[in-house]
């Protein structure tokens, strides 16, 4: 059993230990703090529950190392962005090439006629568009939904999480929808054009879209941001099945479970949705996302545009498809994303399952672990969660706090939000046995 007191030691001493390990950080974000609110550039930064933000070196393959060089097998991997290593070499070797060459100019580049080639061909979908980000994309197919669909609600799940997007930020709270208590400076209330269910609930699914004026479904094939929860045997053919009938869009956001296989969750298990977004690994951590879509949704999008004005569509920025991510894209699809890079991928990463489950037996707890091809979680609790409230439920806020730093301390990162973990195609599987025996460590601390 691990007591409260136990959590709260650890949480001290780990914090000690850290501040005395990391000088140069520390100093770093003393200066950061001059003009940086709250000594990052960006507030996600903060998130790794540290003393004062770690600041990286230097990023390699699926290792960082620090300011003060302590080393880190990282199974954070930038929380996805990296997912295939840091820094490939045919990414690299790509912006290199590229940055000598132009890096944006509102022009497409020979590399867009590969990129889309490839996405095609992977993901099954004929047609695409790229944004910078799948914030941005999320909010573009939001947009075409609505727009073409001649409705005005979308429809979330419970505990998702699809970037910076306003719609989306609603939550279900003893039953009922509120708005998410993290979204800063919301002046109306998305509520009246956003409506939340419970993932895994069919009947409540077809109720929502009895209505019929849902635009769109819009979801991860299985939750990967409130914990993961993996979705029941047919429910998402059920799901497509329901969108066809009522008319509404099914929309995938596969920016984390592109972790399943090569082409992604849709492409090893289904079913095919009429919209797929994928942002963060697709151009090797360069800022870039695409989303792809059917042909009839291709030919929809061409008639609202003929029926409006001439102008800004409120879809995209100016750096959206710009040069350097193209090339980036290319390189990062055509020989970073593989099947070979899966091959390695996926049996790694089932054994740091297996890992995990042995040390946490082995401890005499009964915590849970959830593998989504390279990404997998431990949660602490028994009883895998079937949707959001579930896994919101599951969340043991300090005692993750102590736990991973007590990993970073001793040279391992997980993801900062909950227990996730990432295997790339560089992570080894001395790094795999060195994460699983760090939380032993820890675990036997814990439990005494």
Not at 210 to 223: D, R, S
Not at 342 to 351: K, Q, S, T, V
Not at 380 to 391: D, F, H, I, Y
Request: include cysteine.
């Amino acid at each position: 059993m691990i007591t409260d007191q136990a959590i709260a030691t650890m949480l001290e001493a780990e914090r000690q230990r850290f501040i005395a390990a990391n000088p140069k950080s520390a100093a770093l974000a003393r200066a950061a703090a001059r003009h940086w609110h709250r000594a990052v550039p960006f507030h996600w930064m903060l998130d790794w529950g540290t003393p004062f933000p770690l600041f990286a070196e230097k990023a390699q393959g699926a290792e960082l190392w620090d300011a003060d060089g302590h080393r880190y097998d990282d199974f954070c991997l930038g929380d996805t962005g990296s997912m295939f290593g840091h820094s490939p070499a045919p990414v690299a070797e790509a912006i290199a090439h590229q940055a000598g060459r132009g890096l944006t100019s509102m022009l497409p580049t020979p590399d867009a006629v590969v990129v889309a080639d490839e996405l095609a061909g992977r993901f099954k979908l004929p047609f695409w568009q790229a944004t910078s980000s799948a914030s941005e994309a999320n909010r573009a197919v939001i947009r075409w939904c609505r727009g073409i669909n001649g409705r005005d609600a979308i429809l979330v799940f419970n505990g998702c999480y699809h970037g910076a997007v306003d719609d989306v930020f609603v939550d279900l709270r003893d039953g009922q929808p509120e708005l998410r208590r993290s979204l800063v400076g919301q002046v109306y209330d998305v509520r009246e054009h956003t409506v939340v269910i419970e993932f895994n609930d069919l009947s409540a699914l077809e109720a929502a879209l009895a209505q019929g004026n849902v635009a769109a479904v819009l979801t991860e094939p299985a939750l990967t941001n409130v914990g993961m929860v993996l979705p029941e045997p047919g429910y998402l053919e059920a799901m497509r099945a329901a969108c066809t009938r009522h008319g509404t869009l099914l929309v995938f956001d596969e920016t984390h479970t592109i972790s399943t296989g090569y082409g992604g969750y849709t492409g090893s298990c289904g079913p095919l949705p009429d919209l797929f977004v994928l942002g963060k690994p697709v151009a090797g951590g360069v800022p870039c996302a695409v989303f792809g879509f059917t042909a009839e949704v291709a030919e929809r999008m061409t008639r609202a545009r003929a029926e409006g004005e001439s102008g800004h569509s409120g879809i995209g920025t100016t750096l959206s498809a710009n040069a350097l991510a193209m090339a980036a894209m290319r390189a990062c699809l055509t020989e970073v994303m593989t099947l070979a890079a899966y091959e390695h991928m996926l049996p790694l990463a089932g054994n740091l399952a297996a890992s995990l489950r042995a040390v946490i037996a082995s401890n005499g707890l009964d915590w849970h672990v959830t593998q989504i091809g390279a990404r997998g979680e431990f949660i602490c609790t028994g009883k895998p969660p079937r949707n959001g409230s579930e896994a919101r439920a599951a969340m043991a806020g300090p005692l993750e706090h102590a736990l991973h730093l007590f990993l970073i301390n001793r040279g391992v990162l997980i993801a900062p939000f909950h227990n996730m973990t990432l295997v790339s195609p560089a992570t080894t599987q001395a790094q795999v046995d060195r994460l699983a025996e760090v939380l032993d460590q820890c675990l036997h601390t814990l439990i005494g």
